[in-house]
């Protein structure tokens, strides 16, 4: 390990948005050494693309709103902790770890009440700071969860969207329960992997892209359905004796199917929603949500740290099948490559390598 004793500066490739159109640039810059009070400084293993960094890139309306330029992206990663503040305690040099991206305020009503995942003062790696797209990055002790260094490190750097998953799936009681995945992007199949791995009796997995719906089916959905091919109302209370399903979990964004959704869930079921819709919702509040005694909960990021702990525990006993989740893997000087694959949706989980 590099001694930074009488280092001030690393000289660093790093993925940068720096201008207001389609792209990334890839930039050499320097990063200070220098930490403020409970700050660490890492050198990235591995990342991975994520949806929100697919905004970034295509600079959509969302991101010419949110992102101030130039910023250097991303937010999902795994490294070695190189420095650490003088006051940091949380993680020594050497530990292997990823990032809870959302940096919290920690006094706010909803810090203080064990609620941090909806910090009202949120800042989010990669998106309000500088990202991990790059070969060292800067954050916040507190926001360092350590690994077991000798898991796989591609696994490692998906721990925060899996996480996601974990969030969504396991709000509600899913063993042995009849559960739907609605959308099955990268975070969905992972909902299709972490649902089995929790017991759930029957899987539904609902996807238009062909090369997903076979992956969820690779993972251990039970039935797949095309809901361009298919009417899904029809096919799922086949599936389910005419009650409809216990647990949705909403990772599409999709209006029509969100509003199906809430038809085929049954009386006294759970809807986890983390997919986010572009269009309003229609529902029938009266006969899909009252008189079923429907439950709903809006997901954002994970429980810190109490959903972490839900991704050690099935990473530490190898429940998951994170290899096909993955399916394409780059250097990050490739990343807008990468950034294309993910624009056509043909791929689950893509993984950069720093370096190459």
């Not at 869930?265 to 759970?270: E, Q, R, S, W």
């Not at 006969?287 to 429980?303: L, T």
């Amino acid at each position: 390990m590099t001694d930074l004793t009488n280092v001030k500066e690393l000289k660093m490739m790093a993925v940068v948005k720096d201008r207001p159109e389609k792209g990334f640039s890839i930039v050499q810059k320097t990063i200070s050494t220098e930490l403020k009070a409970g700050e660490v400084l890492i050198k990235v293993n591995s990342v991975s693309f994520c949806g929100t960094d697919s905004h970034i890139y295509n600079y959509d309306n969302w991101a010419k709103n949110r992102l101030k330029l130039p910023l250097t992206v991303g937010h999902e990663f795994t490294g070695e902790v190189i420095k650490i503040a003088k006051d940091v305690e949380r993680v020594k040099v050497g530990d292997i770890v990823s990032a809870e991206t959302h940096i919290i305020c920690n006094t706010c009503e909803f810090c203080l009440r064990g609620e941090g995942h909806i910090c009202e003062n949120t800042k989010i790696i990669g998106v309000d700071t500088d990202g991990c797209f790059a070969e060292y990055v800067k954050i916040p002790a507190q926001n360092c969860f350590i690994s077991d260094k000798r898991l796989n490190q591609l696994h490692l750097s998906v721990q925060e969207p899996l996480g996601n998953a974990v969030h969504t799936v396991c709000h509600f009681p899913v063993k042995d329960r009849s559960v739907v995945i609605l959308g099955c992007g990268p975070i969905g199949l992972m909902g299709v992997d972490v649902a089995r791995a929790c017991g759930a009796k029957t899987v539904i997995a609902i996807e238009v892209n062909e090369y997903r719906r076979n992956l969820a089916k690779e993972l251990g959905a039970d039935y797949i359905i095309n809901p361009i091919e298919e009417d899904t109302y029809k096919r799922v209370m086949e599936l389910t004796d005419n009650r409809g399903v216990d647990v949705i979990c909403e990772f599409s964004g999709n209006k029509t199917a969100i509003e199906t959704a809430f038809k085929y869930l049954k009386a006294g079921g759970g809807m986890s929603m983390l997919g986010l819709p572009s269009e309003n919702i229609c529902l029938n509040i009266s006969d899909d949500v009252v008189f079923k005694g429907a439950h709903i909960y809006g997901v954002v990021g994970r429980r810190i740290y109490e959903t972490w702990e839900q991704v050690k525990h099935l990473l530490d006993n190898d429940l998951l099948h994170l290899d096909k989740v993955i399916t394409h893997q780059f250097p990050l000087s490739k990343i807008n490559e990468a950034a294309e694959v993910m624009n056509g949706k043909n791929c689950g989980k893509i993984i950069l390598i720093p370096g190459e």
